[in-house]
């Protein structure tokens, strides 16, 4: 996996007396790649306050740096404790295979799980006819997180219009991002937003073109009726000129013709 390091926590939270102490004890399991390598990590916290913390890489419990000195004398004592206890060692030894058996059952469901974007576009109404508007890309229920939305006018990349994603949460696992571009767009455009995802074997592309103006509606309407028009016209003579066929020759008596018995 690259990126953040996929962490598994585990919190206990003790409250102390009522003078409104809230002491917490914090468990992490992360690693940066796999299940080779994974660290450890606890935390002793006082309201807030992070007091010491376990180096996994030197197996020790190192006491706050930025605590007032009696905090820090106090704190000090009990990392001393901690460090020089046999079993503090067997404890922590312990977490971390726990943190390996469980990262093993749960890997493919959490870690390496995927969830493909779906992608539309939706154009604003311009406030005039033909006049600026906006695109919006809206590319909704992916995971995980990283992602990258590209707008692309006619086949080019707009200059600006790349973004790696304002993301927000949709609340079950999956995250949705909007990416918005300004445009006045003429007849023949054709906007695309292209987005690259980790669930995705190849870029997927959703394309928009801009509709037909009033005018050309309008040119449109009058070049069917007038066509429509000579249709109807061409089909008449058509049937006219058919039917004079099918009545035959009418002789005109004279000297040029021959007589009729």
């Known amino acids: 996996m690259q990126g953040p390091a996929a962490t598994v926590l585990l919190v206990i939270t003790c409250p102390l007396a009522a003078a409104g102490f809230l002491f917490q004890m914090f468990g992490a399991c992360a690693t940066d790649g796999g ?6 990590y606890n935390s ?9 913390e376990y180096d996994s890489d030197g197996g020790v419990f190192v006491p706050c740096k930025y605590c007032i000195p009696e905090v820090h004398s106090a704190i000090a004592t009990v990392t001393t404790f901690l460090n020089t206890n046999p079993n503090t060692s067997h404890w922590m030894e312990a977490k971390m295979q726990a943190c390996k058996l469980n990262a093993q059952r749960f890997w493919k469901d959490t870690v390496q799980r995927t969830s493909p974007p779906t992608v539309r576009i939706t154009p604003t ?3 005039n006819p033909g006049g600026p508007m906006t695109l919006i ?5 992916f995971y995980p997180m990283p992602i990258n939305i590209t707008w692309v006018k006619n086949g080019d990349p707009v200059p600006g ?3 790696s994603g304002t993301l927000r949460p949709n609340g079950d696992w999956t995250y949705q991002a909007q990416l918005y571009l300004g445009v006045t767009p003429s007849p023949g455009d054709v906007y695309s937003c292209w987005v690259w995802h980790s669930g995705l074997q190849e870029p997927m592309k959703t394309s928009w073109a801009p509709g037909l103006t009033l005018l050309q509606k309008v040119k449109i309407s009058i070049s069917a009726v007038v066509l429509g028009l000579g249709f109807i ?3 008449a003579g058509l049937i006219s000129w058919k039917k004079s066929l099918s009545d035959g020759y009418a002789p005109i008596p004279g000297d040029s013709y021959p007589e009729v018995s």
């Open 137 to 141: 890309c809206d590319v909704s229920d």
């Open 44 to 52: 002793l916290i006082l309201n807030k306050q992070t007091l010491a």
């Open 35 to 40: 299940l080779e390598k994974m660290g450890f």
């Open 161 to 163: 219009g790349t973004t």
């Open 125 to 127: 109404k311009p406030e």
């Open 233 to 235: 016209f061409l089909l």
